[in-house]
């Protein structure tokens, strides 16, 4: 495994009674790096995140990671599409989390005001969230993901109930996060949170990865190589399966084509593993900035 990835999914799959809900799903996150999941409703999603967290076993195919705790342990945090109205209070539920997730007492206390002073909810001490509005809800749903300080963040759908200040809000913590090296996965279909942020945009549709781009953010002055090829009839899927290749900038189908936009650094092994696999070349083209 390459030493920056810290997860990998390869051809993972998952079925609920009978029916498909993700299909050969492969991909890879690194440290640092920033990923939106598009989709519509019901498209696999939310299930995805489930998946890489752990919290959806695998019904084929292999999940991997390797992080900086105990025994080379991935210190994942999760947040789900919503909270449910508990009798908690906000730092009380923030704190049976903490407990749960190992933290001692005295950092867990520390870490929780920090984080409550950080979405303006330290003036609620003694409210349950059962009487807290969505948006309230979301922000404690946002801190119990952030306690354990992770390496890896999946966040589901995390603008929604949010006011305008708190979006951006959120968009200048996830910001601050990437920075600090926090890999950072978020499903969403609000495009005002894909473009500040976010590195690769994978759409998926019907349980399969459709397309995995770069954003224009990112891609400025990047340089790139383009490579379009064919594959046999009947290979659509080993050609989707060369978008999780490392350096991968985007990858997208044109009629009977296949296209790859790669880092110029693995275009030369790219381009022979795919002659290898039964591909034929038609192009390659080299450039930088916007991918055309």
């Known amino acids: ?12 799959s998952k079925q609920y009674k009978g029916k498909t809900v993700l299909n050969g ?30 919290l959806s076993a695998l019904s084929s195919g292999k999940r991997e990671t390797i992080g900086s705790g105990e025994g080379g342990t991935l210190v994942i945090g999760y947040a789900p599409d919503h909270l449910p109205k508990l009798k908690f209070t906000a730092r009380e539920y923030l704190n049976h989390m903490g407990a749960i997730r190992g933290l001692e007492a005295a950092a867990r206390t520390r870490r929780i005001e920090e984080l409550l002073q950080l979405v303006d909810l330290r003036d609620r001490p003694g409210q349950q969230m059962k009487f807290f509005s969505k948006g309230m809800l979301q922000k404690v749903n946002l801190l119990q ?12 759908e995390p603008i929604g109930g949010l006011d305008e200040e708190a979006q951006d809000a ?6 601050s996060l990437r920075q600090k090296g926090t890999a950072i996965v978020v499903a969403t279909h609000e495009q005002a949170l894909i473009g500040p942020w976010a590195e690769r945009v994978v759409a998926i549709s019907d349980g399969r990865i459709q397309s995995i781009a770069a954003t224009t953010d990112a891609m400025e002055g990047k340089r790139w190589r383009r490579i379009v090829c064919r594959w046999p009839e009947g290979r659509e ?3 989707k399966a060369f978008a999780s290749w490392p350096g991968m900038m985007q990858y997208r189908k044109e009629r009977r084509q296949a296209v790859y936009w790669t880092e110029p650094a693995s275009s030369d092994a790219l381009l022979r593993e795919l002659l290898e696999a039964g591909a034929s070349v038609d192009s390659v083209t080299i450039g930088s900035g916007r991918m055309v």
């Open 237 to 239: 899927e080993d050609a």
């Open 1 to 12: 495994m390459n030493p920056d990835v810290i997860l990998r999914l390869e051809q993972a």
């Open 25 to 54: 799903v492969s991909m890879e996150m690194s440290r640092g790096e920033t990923v939106a999941v598009t989709g519509p409703n019901g498209s696999g999603k939310s299930t995805l995140l489930k998946m890489m967290a752990g």
């Open 145 to 156: 993901a952030l306690l354990g300080d992770p390496e890896l963040l999946l966040l589901d």
């Open 170 to 175: 959120l968009t200048s913590m996830l910001l």
